[in-house]
């Protein structure tokens, strides 16, 4: 099975991190203009230590908010082959597997590093998918750990958290130069929001990677196609409530479970014989076809951790 290069895709990964950091070390120019460079070393050490903070607890609240249990291949034979032969193809340790006890479908992975990392899957996603498509999504999940996802996130994140904090101690500063300080963090204050919408732009693309990933292990296209669309399915028929319990956590999933009756709307004409999932048929009717999305589509999509589903589909389709 080959693979179109993902050689674009890193590109603008690479790109988004060195805008990133360059309004970072603009700011810094900036305010080391007005007050010295001692003032960002106190701004930016706060803010790292909150992100390190919760990058070494994030397990532990996730585990704890996720209801996840440790499996092992007593008890899970089937899930641990998968993982175990997906891994092996990936080059990576094989992770620790869970299943949360949540009755949303769908698929997470996190850790701290390789060594440490977890896949878990939700009991709803094990009664939802077949084994097929079951691959495929364990496929996307150990790509995300392949590519180090978890910190490279983490890391970009950091940059609005020192805009926040640089904003926040440049509007109310005492300087003698106060207009000019006020009028920096007014535009840190600014960049606190782009940089969020930066963060949100990276980690779409590492779902894009991702879903590339999981192809490049051997699974076919169609079947984490149809994966999406099931778990987009199972997400609208969701419990309110349940999708309460998982809101500080929906960006470690395979889809947006907040959009989910939304995307359902859009994704569900590509069932061409309604029979529940997407063939290999349907997914390339999908190929050279040009999307239309309206102004909310786009508008939505921007403040998402996750591409838009159609698109995402679609660049699923280009994939052999």
Known sequence: ??????????????????????????LVAAISFLFGISN?????????????????LGPKIIEWSMKVKYVSEKEEPELHEIVERL???????????????????????????????RVCVTQGILD?????????????????????????????SVIPLICWF?????????????????YIGIIAFILYFVTN????????????????GSVALGNAPHYLASALYKLVRGSAKANPL???????????????????????????????????HIDEHELAQMKGTHLKLSALDKMMELMSTHPNMLKRIKALSELK
């Open 197 to 212: 919408l930066l963060v949100l732009y990276g980690s779409r693309i590492r779902e894009y990677y991702a879903d590339a």
């Open 166 to 182: 640089l904003a926040q101690g440049t509007l109310y500063s005492s300087s003698d130069r106060k207009g000019g300080a006020a």
């Open 40 to 56: 960002f070393f106190f701004y930016g050490i706060i803010a790292i230590g909150f992100t390190v903070l919760q990058y070494m």
């Open 87 to 117: 891994a092996k193809k990936a080059g990576i340790p094989k992770p620790k597997i869970g299943i949360s006890q949540i009755a949303i479908p769908n698929a997470f992975a996190f850790g701290r590093w390789l060594s440490d990392s």
């Open 1 to 26: 099975m080959v693979v179109p290069k993902t050689w674009w895709l890193k590109l603008r990964m690479w790109l988004l991190v060195t805008v990133l950091f360059g309004i970072v070390y603009a």
């Open 242 to 276: 349940a999708m309460k319990q998982i809101q500080g956590a929906k960006a470690f999933f395979l889809n947006d479970v907040s959009k989910a009756h939304d995307e359902i709307v859009q994704i569900a004409d590509l069932d061409l014989d309604k029979s529940g």
């Open 128 to 156: 939802l998918l077949d084994k097929k498509e079951l691959e495929a999504v364990i496929g996307h999940e150990l790509s995300h750990l392949k590519h180090r996802d978890v910190v490279v996130i983490t890391m970009i």
